[in-house]
């Protein structure tokens, strides 16, 4: 079982930063490849990004491609989100999800996901 929480929502201007992490517990986190979906109002959730378990190979939305990086520290049982030159149209609560395969994640194939936080940019 892995039990997920994001946090580092919060309301940022167009052209900023965030850093979203997603807290993983359970033993068996750096087995698990990871991802990040999105839901904007209105919308469906979308794929953002996923990473294998040990951080080598990582998958983009091709929005997200030369802003967004996933990243993953095993040792703290985290994945993480650094959103860069942030657009109006990221608006949106961010989910992060662990599944068995890269695939899994991918298409959101999973019953592994963190409550959701709420990413606001202002234009």
């Known amino acids: 079982q892995v039990q997920l929480v994001e946090s580092g929502g919060g309301l940022v201007q167009a052209g900023g930063s965030l850093r979203l992490s997603c807290a993983a517990s359970?033993?068996?986190?750096?087995?698990?490849?990871m991802g990040w979906f999105r839901q904007a109002p209105g919308k469906e959730r979308e794929f953002v990004a996923a990473i294998n378990w040990s951080g080598e190979n990582t998958y983009y939305v091709d929005s997200v491609k030369g802003r967004f990086t996933i990243s993953r520290d095993n040792a703290k049982n985290t994945v993480y989100l650094r959103m860069n030159s942030l657009k109006f149209e990221d608006k949106a609560v961010y989910y992060c999800n662990a599944a068995a395969t890269v695939e899994d994640v991918k298409v959101g194939r999973t019953t592994y996901w963190g409550q959701g936080t709420q990413v606001t940019v202002s234009s």
């Open positions: 359970g033993r068996t986190f750096s087995m698990y490849p």
